[in-house]
């Protein structure tokens, strides 16, 4: 019997969403950035010192919001970058994460989160950085960051997923600050 309801749920869930999401209301502003042979994505080099990103969240049935993330970067002697970061949404309470990734291949990089269940895993494409990871409930994330020429700014494409349907997407500009 409960397995029946949650299949029914399930069904709900993706004939609601299906129409929602092929009526775009979950969309991206403007055109995604390109993949670049260069400047080459160093996650430790660009996440070390300080970092300040804004964007735009956009979730399913909600009215955009604002994000506002502090991070502070480093890396530790074993090789493991530490990125801790204080995340506003909106009018909400500023909440902290932490982000921990070590290189296990040339470009490859697996860790934690402090928002994953389940580790996170990270690939370097040129200019692009590839991260993906699960969240509770079932959301898979998957984000796609690219690193603009200069070294100092990162465009952020984040998208959430459940059960394979587009469920909210963040648009992020990363800047470095300091010098």
Same mark, same amino acid.
């Given at each position: 019997?409960?397995?029946?309801? +949650? ?8 004939? @609601? ?17 390109? $993949? ?6 160093? *996650? #430790? ?16 049935? /909600?009215? *955009? ?7 502070? +970067?480093?890396? =530790?002697? #074993?090789? $493991?970058?530490? @990125? ?17 990734? /070590? ?18 895993? #990270? !690939? $370097? /494409?040129? =200019? ?10 079932? @959301?898979?994330? !998957? ?5 603009? *020429?200069? +070294?100092?700014? #990162? @465009? =952020? ?6 059960? +394979? ?6 648009? !992020?500009?990363? !800047?470095?600050?300091?010098?």
């Amino acid at each position: 019997m409960a397995a029946d309801r +949650g299949r029914i749920v399930a069904r709900l869930i993706v004939a @609601l969403a299906v129409p929602l999401g092929a009526a775009g209301c979950v969309t991206g502003s403007g055109p995604a950035p390109r $993949t670049a042979p260069a400047p080459l994505f160093d *996650p #430790a080099t660009f996440f070390a010192g300080a970092t300040h990103g804004t964007g735009t969240l956009r979730v399913v049935l /909600h009215r *955009p919001t604002t994000t506002d993330v502090r991070g502070t +970067g480093r890396v =530790n002697a #074993a090789g $493991t970058i530490v @990125l801790d970061q204080d995340v506003i949404q909106g009018s909400a309470a500023p909440r902290h994460r932490r982000w921990q990734l /070590h290189p296990v291949a040339p470009m490859r990089y697996t860790g934690t989160l402090t928002d994953a269940v389940g580790p996170v895993s #990270a !690939e $370097t /494409h040129g =200019n692009r950085l590839d991260i993906r990871f699960t969240m509770r409930h079932g @959301l898979s994330v !998957e984000q796609h960051l690219y690193l603009q *020429p200069g +070294g100092r700014i #990162a @465009l =952020n494409r984040l998208t959430i997923r459940k059960l +394979g349907i587009v469920v909210a997407r963040l648009d !992020e500009r990363i !800047e470095k600050q300091g010098r």
